[in-house]
């Protein structure tokens, strides 16, 4: 088993910066992929980045390439999504999750065994 409990979400203005932290326990996360979901009210949950934990190989969704950057500490046991640039679009509710499979980075959120229970993230315009 694979606890995950997110926080550093909040509200935020457009433009700004908000750092999310996903603290894990329960079992070694060597052979992990660590991923970001988000979900907005009335859609599905989408992919967002996801990190393999051994090598720190990185992979973005689209939407937030270049203003996102997901990045993990071994030793805190810890996966980070830095959020720059913030837009009202990416308002939602951030999960972290845990696929046990991580020999390549997966985004359906199906695939990914573990999850934390939210944190909300607000942009306002």
């Known amino acids: 088993q694979v606890q995950l409990v997110e926080s550093g979400g909040g509200l935020v203005q457009a433009g700004g910066s908000l750092r999310l932290s996903c603290a894990a326990s329960g079992r070694t996360l060597s052979t992990f992929v660590m991923g970001w979901f988000r979900q907005a009210p009335g859609k599905e949950r989408e992919f967002v980045a996801a990190?393999?934990?051994?090598?720190?190989?990185?992979y973005y969704a689209d939407s937030v390439k270049g203003r996102f950057t997901i990045s993990r500490d071994n030793a805190k046991n810890t996966v980070y999504l830095q959020m720059n640039s913030l837009k009202p679009e990416d308002t939602a509710v951030y999960y972290c999750?845990?696929?046990?499979?991580?020999?390549?980075?997966?985004?359906?959120?199906?695939?990914?065994?573990?999850w934390g229970q939210g944190t909300q993230v607000t942009v306002s315009s």
């Open positions: 999750a845990a696929d046990p499979v991580g020999f390549h980075i997966r985004t359906t959120p199906a695939q990914y065994d573990y």
């Open positions: 990190i393999t934990w051994t090598i720190g190989r990185t």
